[in-house]
Structures are given as structure tokens and as C-alpha cells.
RNA sequence: GUCCCCGUAGCUCAGCUGGAUAGAGCAACGGACUUCUAAUCCGUAGGCCGGGGGUUCGAAUCCCUCCGGGGACGCCA
């Protein structure tokens, strides 16, 4: 239920029907109405809504913009309109809509009926996957990894409230290269561990944890590990590692509040021979050719700068192919949108990608890639490099012991995923007290509090169907109403543009409203109509910061 | 060299599908607690939206170009 779209849609519907009115009449000609806008003026004195639509209509009319206002002012009848008050033509044209209170009026019910569900939105049939963090599981999980998880467990959610059935996947990288070298880089630090004189291999995982985890192996099974030859022994200690690994990372993950519905294995694309597969499918369609001994895709052909290697010289799949095959399963599991959350460092991927996935039959535009600028980490004032083969990063486990789950995801997330980041972590525990994400908690603990307060007083919630809620007159009531009434609507703008930041920066907002009406005004007071008007807007107030907070993962705590 | 992202208040960043007078937090300055949590509020100050050109009735937003910062360009992933 979106009482703001409503409304858009019935001012929309009004003008149109005013215009056609209009050219009937012959007082507007025009060929087809263009495609205009009902928006919130940033400016309360230009009214509740406003439209562009005669500055539009301008030139295919051939009229000046205030008198085609005008026009369809005249035929617009609103004297029995539910919502319009009042109409007024402004600036270069615009037609400003004022709207009687009462739709305001209509909030405090809808959310109470709604409760944790207001902010939802009605059901586009669309389902839409959403793969992010998609970590090697290889190492642990760093700052781009917590960005990304950030990023992508808060939008899996707006796009679920805006209507659509989401599904959050994890691609695990448990095939491939980088799997060889973490078997080499395991089985050197096992026969290091063991008394022998190896080195360490040059581009070979070098972490301590790798360390730790082979001490973890041989406590458990070295009996199992001096029988195997040494092939099968690699094999076995990679697959014990990896297993370990991707089971840190989803409980490290959980501790983020993220959870998936799918872990999805790159090696059973192998297993099932669907690489080899959708290269068949591919060179079908003669999208693929063979040149120094490796097999290449055309990718040129879809706007790439150059073509790409799927199997190299030795036949071994490229990761790229891999990633093909990986998203011909996708589509093939029938999503009409499948999203990936990539740092920016993949951006040359896309094209190929894109590319790809038209080349196998599918519409370029339903995968979608949001690509999000790295994390730079500062350690007071200076750059910590990060790198998971030489060892040397902050895991995502330590930021949270640092700096706490609720302003770390608060902190990812409030930041456009164009943006880079840096971050600071001496800065962020100085900023504890300063976070903003406290602002928000604090402001939820306080409306708590009240009805802790009132508790004590033997003062409960009243029912809202029994409540005035019309007494609800001052201008930062009223504020907090129409706020409260636009979540809805933001959650499917942030759905459009990709931008979770927007449901942080509307949390900020609304926060604020409350803060001002809070030491303006009092809730517990003699006025009994007046008190149970004001804990029925409490609560909404309260409702509706704990639902934007579960979209980003931030916890809505009851006292501070 | 090619491609991607960024450049908005002292600092960190918002700014929707182009819309009317440019926004928040922090920092600065001045105020507000006998009353539901002062982790709060109210006020003041702070801007050539990197520069230039273009499209448009209208540009921080779209296009071109230049400057500055970051990143990617492998038979790695």
C-alpha cells in the first residue's frame, strides 16, 4: 500500500482527463501527451505535488506554458475532489497541488494495520536474484567484502519491498587457479608444519590463518594425511580448508545480518560439465574460435575491446568461462533480473559479461551489475594495505569487534556505491559517539521510552480506530505524517536507482523530525484526545524507523 | 594510451526521471534541561556545485572538452 503513489496517480489521472477535456474543446492542441511528472517541490510554499506538464506541452501546443495552466486549471473540477484542496499555477509554469490534511490523516491507520509490513509495496510478479560478496574461499572476509555485503543485503530487502520475490546467492570460487594455489600454498605450510625444509610458494596465500588452519588439519586428521600420496593429500586438505573457510564466512556473514538462500558452487559447474556445455552452446552459434592453441570468445562483437580467452592452451576453463556458464544457470532457473554487486575493480568484466549473455539468448539489460568503488583502510592517518596473499588486512570479524555491527553497516551503506570510501578505523571508534547511526537508534530508544513512561502512568496505546487523530495540527506533527507517509514511495525509488544510501539518509530525516517535535512538544499530558492522538503518531514514528532500519540491517535497540 | 568512478560549505558526504531560493552531519559561534533520555533541540555563519563550452523555457543533474584525484586494462580471479 503506497498512499503517496495514489495520490500521484489520481493528480496524474486529472489532468489527463483536464486535457482531454481541453482539446475536445479546441482550447489545447496537441498530438500526445508527453510524459509528465507528479513531484514533491523541494519548496513547502510551492504545495504538496507539482507538475511540469505545461511547460512540456509548450512547444508541440504552441502555447506559452501559463496560459495552457491555465486551461487546464479551468477544466478541472475539484470541489468534490477526496484529495485536492486547491490548485495554483506558479514560476514558469508549473501547476502546484495543495491537498486537504485529511490524506495525511489516513497514515497513522495504514501503518498500524501494516505494522512491520508498511513500507511494502504491491507485487510486480518480477523475481529478482541478488549475488554479492561472493568471496574467495580462500582467505577472510575484508572491507570491500563487508561493503559489498552491505550493499547488497540492503537492496536484496528494498527490492523485496518494493514488491518483487528476491533471492540472495553466493557464488563460491571453489574451483579455478586461485584454488590450485591455495592447495600448494596449504600443502607447503603442512610440510613446513611437519619438520621439512620447503618454500613457500612466490604468489601462495602467506595469511596466518592458512597457517592456522593447516595446525587445525593436522590435529585432527595427520594420521589420515601421512598415508595419502601427495596429489591426493593436496586435494584432501584443500577441500577440508575450503569447506572450513566457507563455513567462517557465513557465520562471519551472519554476525553482518546477512543471510543467503543460496550458496551456489563454481565446481559443480565443472562437475556437471556445464562450462563445456554453454562453450558448445556458444560456438553454435559461432561466437567462439580457436587461435594459439586456446579457445576465445568473440566478445568483440558485443562492444568489448578485445576477445577473451575461454579455455587457455592447457584446456583449462578460464574463470570468465566459468562465469558464463554460471550465468546461463541463473536465467536458466528463470529470474526476469539478475543482479550482481561488483567492486570496480571488475568493471572491465561488464561488457564481456553483458556480451556473453546476449550471445546466449538473453536480454543484456535483465542482468544488472552495480558497481561499487573500493574501500581504502587508514589506520590513524595512514593507508593499511590490503592484500589476503601477503597476509596483511582487516577482516570483517575485527570490524565488527571495532567499530559495531550497527555503524558499520549504517557507515557502508549511507554512501553512494559510486563513491570511494575511505575508512578510517581509528576514526570510526573516536566517532563512536558522534555516529550517526546513533542518531537514528536514539531516536527509537526515545520513543520507547515514552511508552515505558506512560506504562508506569497505566497509560496504554488506545485502539486508532477510537483516536482523533485530526488533532494532530502542528506543523511538526504534520511533518513527521507526511514522512512517514513518503517510505513507502522512497523504498521503490531506491529500488529503481540501485541506492540503498537513500533509506539511511530518509532514516536521518525522519529521525530529525522526531527529535524536533520531541523537544517542542510533549506526548503524556492532561489533554487525554490530544495524548492518545500523539501515542498513536509515536508509534507509527516507531514502526516506520524500525522498519527502514531491518532494510539496512541496523538494529532499532528499545533503550540506550 | 583506452575504459570506469569521483570533484558540491573548513571536513565527510546527500541531492530522484533535468524544475522554482543548494542540503545534512561534523567542526565554529550564540542560545535551550524543576517536566516523556541533552546521544537532543533552536538560531547564526559558511557555496563560482573543479574550469570552459553546448542542449533546454529551465542544468549540480544530460552532452563535449580540459584540469585534478582514485581504479581497471593477464591464457589471474
Not at 405 to 434: C, G, I, T, W, Y
Amino acid at each position: 500500500m503506497n498512499l503517496v503513489e495514489e495520490i500521484k496517480e489520481h493528480i496524474k489521472r486529472s489532468i489527463i482527463e483536464a486535457l482531454k477535456g481541453c482539446k475536445t474543446a479546441g482550447k489545447i492542441s496537441y498530438e500526445e501527451i508527453p510524459d509528465f511528472v507528479i513531484e514533491v517541490p523541494r519548496e513547502k510554499e510551492h504545495g504538496d505535488f507539482a507538475s511540469n506538464i505545461a511547460m512540456l506541452l509548450a512547444k508541440p501546443a504552441k502555447m506559452a506554458p501559463r496560459l495552457i495552466a491555465n486551461e487546464i486549471l479551468a477544466s478541472l473540477d475539484i470541489t468534490a475532489d477526496p484529495y485536492i484542496d486547491k490548485l495554483e499555477i506558479a514560476g514558469a509554469g508549473f501547476i502546484n497541488v495543495y491537498l486537504h490534511n485529511n490524506w495525511l490523516y489516513k497514515i497513522p491507520n495504514l501503518v498500524m494495520e501494516l505494522g512491520e509490513d508498511y513500507g511494502n509495496n504491491k507485487n510486480t510478479g518480477q523475481k529478482i536474484q541478488v549475488e554479492f560478496v561472493s568471496a574467495n574461499p580462500t582467505g577472510n572476509l575484508h572491507m570491500g567484502n563487508a561493503r559489498g555485503g552491505a550493499i547488497g543485503d540492503s537492496l536484496a530487502n528494498i527490492l523485496k519491498l518494493a514488491g518483487n520475490e528476491v533471492e540472495r546467492e553466493f557464488y563460491i570460487n571453489d574451483a579455478g587457479n586461485q584454488i590450485e594455489i591455495f592447495a600448494l600454498s596449504l600443502e607447503a605450510r603442512y610440510l613446513q608444519l611437519t619438520g621439512q625444509d620447503v618454500v613457500f610458494p612466490d604468489n601462495g596465500y602467506a595469511g596466518q590463518d592458512v597457517v592456522d588452519t593447516v595446525k587445525e588439519l593436522i590435529k585432527e586428521h595427520n594420521d589420515i594425511l601421512l598415508e595419502l600420496p601427495a596429489a591426493e593429500r593436496r586435494q584432501y586438505m584443500v577441500e577440508y580448508a575450503v569447506k572450513k573457510k566457507v563455513s567462517y564466512i557465513k557465520k562471519t556473514l551472519e554476525g553482518f545480518g546477512i543471510y543467503y538462500d543460496v550458496w551456489f558452487s563454481e565446481k559443480t559447474l565443472h562437475e556437471k560439465n556445464q562450462i563445456a556445455e554453454t562453450i558448445h552452446l556458444l560456438t553454435e552459434q559461432d561466437y567462439t574460435y580457436e587461435s594459439d592453441d586456446a579457445i576465445w570468445f568473440k566478445s568483440t562483437l558485443f562492444g568489448d575491446e578485445k576477445d577473451e580467452v575461454l579455455l587457455r592452451s592447457n584446456r583449462f576453463p578460464t574463470y570468465f568461462a566459468a562465469d558464463i556458464a554460471y550465468h546461463q544457470d541463473k536465467f536458466e532457473r528463470g529470474f526476469d533480473k539478475v543482479i550482481n554487486i561488483w567492486g570496480a575493480d571488475h568493471h572491465g568484466h561488464v561488457a564481456r559479461m553483458k556480451g556473453a549473455v546476449k550471445a546466449l539468448g538473453h536480454n543484456p539489460d535483465s542482468l544488472d551489475i552495480l558497481l561499487m568503488q573500493l574501500v581504502r583502510l587508514y589506520r590513524g592517518g595512514n593507508i593499511v594495505k590490503m592484500s589476503k596473499r601477503t597476509g596483511t588486512l582487516v577482516t570483517l570479524d575485527e570490524l565488527i569487534e571495532e567499530v559495531g555491527k550497527d555503524a558499520a553497516r549504517f557507515f557502508f551503506v549511507m554512501r553512494s556505491p559510486d563513491s570511494h570510501l575511505d575508512f578510517d578505523l581509528e576514526l570510526a571508534k573516536q566517532e563512536n559517539q558522534d555516529n550517526t547511526v546513533y542518531y537514528v537508534q536514539y531516536a527509537h530508544a526515545r520513543i520507547c521510552s515514552i511508552f515505558r513512561q506512560a506504562e508506569t502512568a497505566n497509560i496504554s496505546l488506545p485502539n486508532v480506530s477510537g483516536v482523533k487523530v485530526d488533532l494532530l495540527k502542528e506543523a511538526e506533527e504534520l511533518a513527521i505524517l507526511r514522512k512517514i507517509a513518503d517510505f513507502p514511495e522512497e523504498i521503490l525509488i531506491a529500488a529503481r536507482n540501485m541506492a540503498p544510501q537513500r533509506i539511511a539518509h530518509y532514516l536521518l530525516d525522519l529521525a530529525g523530525l522526531f527529535h524536533s517535535f520531541y523537544n517542542s512538544h510533549r506526548v503524556l499530558s492532561d489533554d487525554i484526545e490530544l495524548q492518545n492522538a500523539r501515542l498513536v503518531l509515536m508509534d507509527i514514528t516507531r514502526i516506520t524507523l524500525k522498519n527502514a532500519l531491518t532494510v539496512i540491517g541496523v538494529s532499532a535497540p528499545e533503550q540506550m
